[in-house]
């Protein structure tokens, strides 16, 4: 079955790094990806999203790259702050399915 | 309201209770979702309602599990005869729609403790 996964379940870094999160998927087949934040005891937060004809998206501090030939997904934040300090889920979806499809999470840790 | 609000934001119930959880989504929205979120897991699909269609059911573990979504805008997610493993964060989420945008607004969930 397809599957949306990551490849690290905890990541650490100082305050000003940059970070990287990637995020592995499955479905050939799928079409669009997204980024959320989780916050603890709160929703997951949008972030950022891409479509499968493009390989890379900028956000504020926040870009979204993708490899479609390695089915690779990741979230670059630049600068890192304690703020950004959350679960990071990826989600992917494919056209005709109605729901968004989950992997596990990164939790990002920021060392001051 | 500005965002999606769930209530009641902790439920503790009994084994083999009833639970019924309420999300009221961002106004206009005509798309949402219902996830359920166990502890350091990720996000599972459970319900989807669009507009008038029928609603996408794929995601419910068993018929314990219903959703209803009344007049196109509250939803009530309604678990019978709990049982300790539907012990969760349960994440209602809304959308402006299909074809529309799939940007998910998350509310800040219920939290459901079976004991």
């Known amino acids: 079955g397809e599957s949306v996964g990551l490849h690290l379940p905890t990541l650490s870094v100082q305050e000003g790094d940059n970070s990287i999160i990637n995020c592995a998927y499955s479905n050939s087949a799928s079409d669009y990806f997204i980024w959320y934040k989780q916050e603890s005891g709160k929703g997951p937060q949008f972030i950022i999203d891409i479509r499968s004809n493009m390989d890379k998206r900028q956000g504020q501090r926040v870009t979204v790259l993708l490899n479609k030939t390695v089915k690779h997904l990741s979230l670059q934040i630049a600068a890192t702050q304690p703020g950004d300090s959350a679960v990071y889920f990826c989600?992917?979806?494919?056209?005709?399915?109605?729901?968004?499809?989950f992997g596990s999470g990164t939790r990002l840790q920021v060392q001051p | 309201g500005a965002g999606v609000s769930q209530s009641p934001s902790n439920k503790v119930t009994e084994k083999g209770k009833d639970v019924e959880l309420r999300c009221d989504p961002i106004s206009g929205h005509t798309a949402l979702y219902w996830y359920r979120q166990s502890l350091g897991q990720g996000l599972e699909f459970l319900i989807y309602f669009q507009g008038n269609s029928a609603p996408d059911k794929s995601g419910l573990p068993s018929d314990r599990f219903s959703a209803e979504r009344t007049g196109g805008s509250v939803s009530t997610l309604t678990i019978q005869r709990t049982q300790q493993e539907d012990s969760a964060v349960y994440l209602c989420?809304?959308?402006?729609?299909w074809g529309a945008g799939e940007k998910l607004f998350f509310g800040s969930g219920t939290q459901l403790s079976v004991l």
């Open positions: 989600a992917e979806k494919t056209t005709g399915r109605r729901a968004l499809t």
């Open positions: 989420a809304s959308s402006q729609g």
